[in-house]
């Protein structure tokens, strides 16, 4: 089992910037591909961001790179997700998730955080 806890969301002006975190505990995190999912009232959950075992390789989706940076800290079983130049369009619950393989469809990541919220104001 690996436990993940989301934190860092909030509310926040367009063009402003966030730090999403993402804590594990359980089974060795440096095992696991980590990835940033969102999902919007009414909509299906969206892949934003995933980053390789060693923090090595990352791949964003079309609507936030350039925006967001996906990073982890293997000795604080941590991921992290910056976001800037953030728009209204980004408001959603944030969910961090892991896989045993780099996915970027959500039904392939085994393990997944409660969510935090966040939203951009206009």
């Known amino acids: 089992q690996v436990q993940l806890v989301e934190s860092g969301g909030g509310l926040v002006q367009a063009g402003g910037s966030l730090r999403l975190s993402c804590a594990a505990s359980g089974r060795t995190f440096s095992n696991y591909h980590m990835g940033w999912f969102r999902q919007a009232p009414g909509k299906e959950r969206e892949f934003i961001a995933r980053?390789?075992?060693?923090?090595?390789?990352?791949y964003y989706a079309d609507s936030v790179k350039g925006r967001f940076t996906i990073s982890r800290d293997n000795a604080k079983n941590t991921v992290y997700l910056q976001m800037n130049s953030l728009k209204p369009e980004d408001t959603a619950v944030y969910h961090c998730?892991?896989?045993?393989?780099?996915?970027?469809?959500?039904?392939?990541?085994?393990?997944w955080g409660q969510g935090t919220q966040v939203t951009v104001s206009s």
């Open positions: 998730a892991a896989s045993r393989a780099p996915a970027t469809h959500p039904s392939l990541y085994e393990y």
């Open positions: 980053i390789s075992t060693s923090g090595g390789r990352t």
